[in-house]
Structure formats: structure tokens, C-alpha cells
């Protein structure tokens, strides 16, 4: 029987249900905070702008294409930054994103209602996860030096310890089965220059925190060419993880092809970047466009591509090439599922894996970044769901 799955995709979160089909799920909280916020910004919106213009003689000029006013951009301002299970049945936890405040939400699917835990300035949280027994909490929360750090408190969200780390990006924290409260993560040594600059990140390698012997810190694995991504550790004690190829910073292989597509095309985007530069006047002074076609294509995500722990994925193009069928999602092959036994022997379970979880009976579910897949025991996988762009999934039941 399929379990009720939640995941990610383009900052919404989405929920499939066993026999049903997909569906939405929207904060209320953050809805009415951003629908107070475009009232107030309507209502003083012309002491900003009629002045100026008027002493010109001007209308003021039309800033919706820009602004998303009339398209619901605005809406899209509101991101889910973090998904976990809640520790009742049924119920999720996530981060929200409302670009000035972040806020630490339990939704529950039964009854569809919201509860708000935390919402204030500074909490800068992505990744986290609740203990199944004790629902005790740990977050990753960031820095303003570019850092992050793992923090836990109770299951409401209140009395936060911080664990201590050095200059490091401590993500993805997972909790240890078993006795005491242990955590693993994925963390990455941060370089700086003398002036203390951000320079690049170190390969991840996992490490586990003993949180009752004051953040004892141990490395369970490393390997100086790989990163290794979202640790879990089975009952056994063998590390599940995602393993992909370390890339320094700024050491990226140059398609030749891909490079000679860019010279030749250099002169005609030359010319639409300055077809693009004088619509832009034309929209401001008369409201219309030079042409019909310019001017009205707001930019999506899958043209910003996708920034995973240090890595941009070129979305557009995974995409593309996957409705050639030269491709299989937003990561390629060597994002490898790997499983690590106890007498250091791997198995490579799946590849193009961007990022899995594991069922209650321990059946592993993943995706390639489009589609959800759960894998059987002998290794054969069934296609559960599809959708643009997921970047992370949770089995909720």
C-alpha cells in the first residue's frame, strides 16, 4: 500500500495521496501576511511615485510587467524552504520563506489546519527533521558570514540550543536510531581569504553530533573527491548518503560545443539585449511596448536554474534534454544513491538521484528532480509521481 508522500518543487509544496491525485498546500499565514502587505503597498504606492512625475508633467509609468502585480508573482515571493515530519501522524512541519520574516509551521493533512511555532526576524532555518520517538527538533540555520550551524529544541519549536560548529555549512541534519540523541549531517569546510572572503567550500563529508556529551563531533566519512549528501544512518549502523563528484568552485568543464553554440549566437542576443534595453523606455514613458512579444515574459525558475549545497543545475537545459530523451532529470548519473555496510563495501542502489527517504517499513523512495520513484527490494522501481523541478520529498505515513 502506497504511503502519503510531500515534496518540494519551485519553493510550493505539493502532497499525493494513495489514489489520489495531487494537490496543493497553501499557508494561510502566509497568504494574508502577503495580501496585507499588497494593500499597504497599493494604498502608498503614490507618494513614492506622483511626485516626481508630476513635476514632469508625466503619468506616472506602468511598473506591473516588472513587479508581478497582475500576474501573481507576488504570491510566488512566499517559499517553502524546509519539509519534515511532524511528530503526530499525518502531519508535516516546514519553513517558510516571506522574504523579511521566516517562519516554523505544523500543517496537518487530516484536518488541514496550520499552527504557527515560530515566526520572527533572523531565523534563517532550511533543512530539518523531527526524532520520530521524542519529536525533539534540529534545524540548520544560517549565518550572516555565509555560515550554517545545526540547532534542536522541543517539538514546539521552543528553547533552541545551538550546536556548536566551526566555519562550516552544517546541513541536512538526520537523526541516529538507537539510545541518547545523536545527529548526522552533511558539512562542508568553508575558505576564506586573509580578509575573512568567502572563497569556495571543502568537499561534504558526514558527521555525527553527540548532543548528550556536550556536541561531540566525530567523522563517520569522507572522501577528499566526492561530496557526500543527505546521511542517514540504517539501524545497522551503515551510512545511506547521495554521493556526487566534488567540484571546486569555478572549476567547471567547457563544453566545446556548448561554447561554439555561444560565439555564433553572441551577435543575435547582442541585438535582443538591446531590443529588450529600449522596450524598457517605450514601457516607462507610454506604457506599450515596441513589440507585442517583448516585454510581457516574466523570468521562472527553471531560467535561474537550481542551486543545490554549492552545485548549479542548469535546469533548462536538464529538462530539455530529458524530453529528447537525453537525459533523466535535473542531476546527471553520477548522482549516485549509495549505501556503505559495515565492512566498508558499497552498493550503489540508484543514480540520478537529487534527493530520497525512507518509508516506515523501509522501503526507499527518490527522485531524478521530475519524477518520484520507489524502489522494490529487488531493485525495480515504480514511477508514484510527477511534477517540475523537486527538490526534496518526504513520506509522511
Known amino acids: 500500500m502506497e504511503s502519503t508522500i510531500a515534496f518540494l518543487s519551485q519553493g510550493r509544496l505539493f502532497v499525493k495521496e494513495s489514489g489520489k491525485p495531487i494537490r496543493e498546500v497553501e499557508s494561510r499565514f502566509a497568504n494574508d501576511a502577503m495580501d496585507r502587505q499588497a494593500k499597504d503597498r497599493n494604498s502608498n504606492a503614490w507618494r513614492a511615485r506622483s511626485g516626481v512625475w508630476g513635476n514632469m508633467g508625466m503619468a506616472p509609468p506602468k511598473w506591473s510587467q516588472w513587479e508581478g502585480e497582475d500576474t501573481g508573482d507576488a504570491r510566488r515571493r512566499i517559499r517553502f524552504a524546509g519539509l519534515a515530519?511532524?511528530?503526530?501522524?499525518?502531519?508535516?512541519?516546514?519553513?517558510?520563506?516571506m522574504e523579511n520574516v521566516n517562519g516554523l509551521f505544523e500543517y496537518d493533512l487530516n484536518t488541514n489546519i496550520e499552527k504557527r511555532l515560530i515566526h520572527r526576524n533572523g531565523f534563517v532555518a532550511r533543512d530539518l527533521v523531527c526524532h520520530p520517538d521524542c519529536g525533539e527538533l534540529a534545524i540548520s540555520m544560517s549565518r550572516e558570514d555565509g555560515s550554517s550551524h545545526l540547532a534542536?529544541?522541543?517539538?514546539?519549536?521552543?528553547?533552541?540550543?545551538?550546536?556548536?560548529?566551526?566555519?562550516?555549512?552544517?546541513?541536512?541534519?538526520s537523526w541516529v536510531a538507537g539510545d541518547g540523541r545523536?545527529?548526522?549531517?552533511?558539512s562542508a569546510a568553508i575558505g576564506r581569504n586573509q580578509a575573512g572572503n568567502f572563497r569556495g567550500i571543502g568537499p561534504y563529508a558526514i558527521e555525527?553530533?553527540?548532543?548528550?556529551?556536550?556536541?561531540?563531533?566525530?567523522?563517520?566519512?569522507?572522501?577528499?573527491?566526492?561530496d557526500l549528501l543527505q546521511?542517514?544512518?540504517?539501524?545497522?549502523?551503515?551510512?545511506?548518503?547521495?554521493?556526487?563528484?566534488?567540484?571546486?568552485?569555478?572549476?567547471?568543464?567547457?563544453?566545446?560545443?556548448?561554447?561554439?553554440?555561444?560565439?555564433?549566437?553572441?551577435?543575435?542576443?547582442?541585438?535582443?539585449?538591446?531590443?529588450?534595453?529600449?522596450?524598457?523606455?517605450?514601457?516607462?514613458?507610454?506604457?506599450?511596448?515596441?513589440?507585442?512579444?517583448?516585454?510581457?515574459?516574466?523570468?521562472?525558475?527553471q531560467d535561474r536554474g537550481l542551486m543545490l549545497w554549492g552545485h548549479m543545475i542548469d535546469t533548462k537545459r536538464a529538462l530539455r534534454q530529458a524530453e529528447k530523451g537525453r537525459g533523466e532529470?535535473?542531476?546527471?548519473?553520477?548522482?549516485?544513491?549509495?549505501?556503505?555496510?559495515?565492512?566498508?563495501?558499497?552498493?550503489?542502489i540508484a543514480e540520478n538521484v537529487l534527493a530520497y527517504d525512507r518509508r516506515p517499513n523501509g522501503q526507499l523512495i527518490y527522485t531524478n528532480g521530475t519524477v518520484i520513484y520507489a524502489l522494490s527490494d529487488s531493485g525495480e522501481r515504480t514511477e508514484l509521481c510527477r511534477d517540475s523541478m523537486i527538490e526534496k520529498i518526504i513520506c509522511v505515513s
Not at 159 to 173: E, I, K, R, T, Y
Open 152 to 173: 534542536v529544541s522541543d517539538s514546539e519549536g521552543r528553547f533552541w540550543n545551538h550546536v556548536a560548529g566551526g566555519d562550516s555549512l552544517d546541513q541536512m541534519p
Open 182 to 186: 545523536k545527529l548526522v549531517c552533511q
Open 85 to 97: 515530519r511532524g511528530s503526530r501522524p499525518g502531519t508535516l512541519l516546514y519553513v517558510l520563506d
Open 208 to 226: 555525527r553530533f553527540d548532543l548528550d556529551h556536550e556536541g561531540k563531533v566525530e567523522t563517520v566519512l569522507s572522501d577528499e573527491h566526492s
Open 231 to 301: 546521511p542517514t544512518l540504517l539501524p545497522d549502523g551503515s551510512p545511506l548518503l547521495i554521493r556526487r563528484p566534488y567540484k571546486p568552485l569555478g572549476q567547471q568543464r567547457v563544453d566545446p560545443i556548448e561554447f561554439l553554440k555561444d560565439i555564433c549566437l553572441f551577435p543575435l542576443r547582442l541585438l535582443r539585449a538591446i531590443g529588450y534595453f529600449l522596450n524598457f523606455f517605450s514601457m516607462m514613458f507610454s506604457g506599450k511596448p515596441l513589440a507585442t512579444s517583448m516585454g510581457q515574459r516574466q523570468p521562472t525558475a
Open 329 to 348: 532529470g535535473l542531476v546527471p548519473r553520477d548522482w549516485q544513491m549509495v549505501r556503505r555496510a559495515t565492512d566498508n563495501s558499497e552498493v550503489v
